[in-house]
Nanobody
């Protein structure tokens, strides 16, 4: 079993940056892919980025490529999402998730955190 706890959300002005963190616990962490997702009110959940093997391999959604960077610190069992050039449309609840496939398709992720709110004004 894997438990995930996100942190780092908050309010920021357009053009600003935030770094989200996702701390993991569980014995199978090292074998999992880690992904970041978001969901805005009234919208479907959107996959943003995923990584595996300490950040050696990554995938990004087209909508955030070049602005968001996913990274992973295996020693800390933590995954990060560095977000830059934030826009009001980035406002959403951001979730990290753990799964077995390197993809931004949420269907492949059985383990989810509780989410952290990001508001861009």
């Amino acid at each position: 079993h894997v438990q995930l706890v996100e942190s780092g959300g908050g309010s920021v002005q357009a053009g600003g940056s935030l770094r989200l963190s996702c701390a993991s616990s569980g014995s199978i962490y090292g074998n999992l892919c880690m992904g970041w997702f978001r969901q805005a009110p009234g919208k479907e959940r959107e996959g943003l980025a995923a990584t595996v093997s300490g950040g050696v391999s990554t995938v990004y959604a087209v909508s955030v490529k070049g602005r968001f960077t996913i990274s992973q610190d295996n020693a800390k069992k933590t995954v990060y999402l560095q977000m830059t050039s934030l826009k009001p449309e980035d406002t959403a609840t951001y979730y990290c998730a753990a799964g077995l496939r390197l993809t931004v398709d949420a269907d492949y992720y059985p383990y989810w955190g509780q989410g952290t709110q990001v508001t861009v004004s």
